[in-house]
């Protein structure tokens, strides 16, 4: 693997992600603890894997410029921007939410998860949508 395959990889990383989101929301609501537990946490383990790929990437390589032009562009950069603006968040909100959790602060943990889920898939499933107008376009 070389790092030009870095942004595949972490478009991947992304996918599965999600995946493992929606069927850990999918299990808890017919209230599957412990399907919602490891599903949870593979999704977590799955984005700080992302993470480090992708800081790994950015540090060697730097960023790609966009290369598109007319219409998308700017619907390029409208997913960019609340992408970036959200992922900035999403950490925090994650640890917390696992925290809670963790510590059987269940009525805590529905509280911040109802921001977490949807905000996490949002950052998970724009992270693909841009490596593919990025890479694949």
């Not at 870095?6 to 992600?17: F, I, K, Q, R, W």
Request: hydrophobic content about 50%; some cysteine.
């Amino acid at each position: 693997m070389t790092l030009s395959d870095l942004p595949a990889v972490n478009a991947a990383l992304n996918t599965l992600s999600a995946i493992f989101l929606s069927l850990g929301y999918r299990n808890i609501r017919r209230k599957k603890i412990a399907a919602h537990r490891a599903c949870m946490l593979t999704a977590f383990g799955l984005s700080t894997l992302f993470l480090i790929s992708y800081v790994v990437y950015h540090y060697h390589v730097g960023s790609k410029p966009f290369a598109g032009q007319g219409w998308i562009r700017p619907v390029y950069f409208t997913i960019l921007t609340t992408h970036v603006f959200l992922a900035a968040t999403i950490l925090p909100l994650a640890l917390i939410t696992l925290y809670r959790a963790g510590r059987e602060q269940f009525d805590r943990h529905r509280r911040i998860a109802r921001w977490t889920l949807p905000i996490w898939l949002y950052v998970s499933v724009t992270g693909v949508v841009i490596y593919l107008m990025l890479y694949q376009f």
